[in-house]
């Protein structure tokens, strides 16, 4: 089997064998030996990751395909890409596959192949990889091959903790009151800040602003938006029996704190320049931002003395999690190019080149096997460990629920709203949102 040629006589009877195959690791396509595949001609891939990031993993992967066919792979502009995907699927004339993000699956879930259960079982995939990507999973089957996570971490400043005479990062979030005042600099006569300890509190001037939010929610067992037999609805204001009720509303009071100027933990307004860019300058100790901004972060301030460490948790809490941008493979229904697309996704995500993808981008891996391996490094142990506990949510659309989510904060920094009310009125916006993907679905 890992030399012959397979043949194939429809797709559900490809991924039984080649999927099975493929999960047990009986199949597997490297330099030390070329399999092929059954797949043919050239293999259309869109997404947004940076051409200079793919052109290496792809480019050494096509290599061992034999010249039956190769992986083209065009990078899209992200303002753009689902705004262009819409225009092609509707041309008839879409790539053969495309990047999935978790913001992408109710606008596009009727659009994809969905892998069935019978040709690749749930309990495969979920053996497979990290519970971040359940969410490509739906009643009928899989949206797509996970490809890459990238979750949400701690970056700190190292100098500033030790001046501060603080050894150690925060593990837990209600420390952060306690380190409010020993790491926030605020001119006496002015109350102006010239540093901060942390970017929370303002929705505006902080980067993933609605992602740590998310995290806060995700940790004490929210999932924000369910898929329950075929119905999205909000669960923005429930909460988990499991930490008590009003929990949520606690978290969303907890993170506008921060900008509270009457509040001891006050570090943070909306006049200050970006989280980001306030780290990167040395003015801020703590930073949540991806494990993909490592590279960048090191190349804007090379002289920056910085630690890199797990999203404090909810203390008490039974879960533990941080927010992650996702991305799978997923073919379209009507790809002109179906069983080959499908055969070229499988075999890639497969492959041992796609770690050269995973080093390109500083991401760790999206299987358990490989996340259970220890790597080398300062900062990899971190974002290892941080992908085991990922967790994603199904936004109906980035833009309007970033409106969502920045109104939420602002009416409780303007007083015109408690946490609790703010939060009810955004779940009820949020279910009005996702309300017009049931039609897609059907119900």
């Known amino acids: 089997m890992k030399n012959s040629q397979i043949i194939i006589t429809g797709i559900f009877v490809f991924f039984l064998i080649i999927g099975f195959l493929a999960f047990s690791g009986i199949i597997k396509i490297g330099s030390s030996g070329k399999t092929k595949s059954g797949a043919t001609g050239t293999i259309v891939l869109w997404g947004t990751i940076p051409v200079r990031s793919m052109e290496k993993a792809l ?14 792979y065009v990078a899209q502009d992200s ?7 819409i225009e092609a699927l509707a041309s008839g004339n879409p ?16 659009k994809i192949f969905t892998i069935p259960y019978a040709s690749l079982p749930q309990s495969a995939f979920q053996n497979s990889f990290i519970g971040a990507d359940d969410i490509f999973l739906t009643d009928a089957g899989i949206l797509g091959i ?10 700190y400043n190292k100098t500033l903790f030790d001046s501060a005479g603080i050894a150690n990062p925060p593990v837990y979030w209600d420390e952060f009151y306690g380190l409010a005042d020993k790491l ?37 067992g929210n999932p924000i938006v369910s898929l329950q037999k075929g119905i ?15 929990a949520s509303a606690t978290a969303l009071s907890f993170y506008t704190d921060f900008a509270n100027a009457n509040n001891k933990a006050y570090s943070w307004n909306r006049g200050l320049i970006s989280s980001r860019s306030n780290f990167v300058n040395g003015t801020l100790a703590v930073y949540f931002g991806y494990a993909s901004e490592l590279f960048d972060i090191q190349k804007s301030n090379p002289n920056l003395n910085f630690g890199v460490a797990t999203v404090p948790q909810v203390k ?31 075999a890639f995500t497969k492959s041992e080149f796609v770690s050269e993808l ?12 490989s996340l259970s391996k220890n790597p080398d490094g300062v900062y990899l142990p971190v974002f290892y460990k941080s992908a085991l506990f990922a967790r994603s949510w199904l936004d109906p659309n980035d833009r309007e629920t970033d409106k969502i989510f920045q109104d939420m904060v602002e009416n409780v920094n303007s007083g015109s709203l408690v946490p609790a009310s703010s939060l009810g009125d955004a779940s009820t916006s949020l279910d009005f949102l996702v309300s017009r993907y049931n039609v897609l679905t059907g119900q």
């Open 59 to 72: 480019g050494d992967f096509n290599q061992t395909t034999n010249g039956e066919y190769r992986i083209n």
């Open 79 to 85: 303002a753009s890409y689902k705004a262009n995907l």
């Open 95 to 110: 790539p053969d596959a495309f990047l999935l993000s978790p913001d992408m699956i109710m606008p596009f879930s009727n």
């Open 146 to 155: 996970p490809l890459t996570v990238d979750p949400l971490v701690m970056y």
């Open 184 to 220: 926030t600099i605020r001119d006496k006569s002015s109350n102006t800040i010239k540093q901060s300890a942390f970017a929370l509190g303002e929705f505006r001037n902080i980067d993933h602003a609605k992602d740590i939010l998310a995290t806060l929610f995700l940790e004490l």
């Open 232 to 246: 999205y609805s909000s669960k923005l204001g429930s909460d988990s029996a499991r930490v008590g009720t009003n």
């Open 316 to 346: 008490n809490s039974p879960l533990k999690a941080t927010y992650a941008n996702l991305s799978a493979i997923a073919v379209p229904k009507i790809s002109k190019n179906l069983n080959s697309a499908l055969l070229a996704i499988s």
């Open 358 to 369: 995973y080093d390109a981008l500083s991401l760790p891996p999206v299987t358990r096997g």
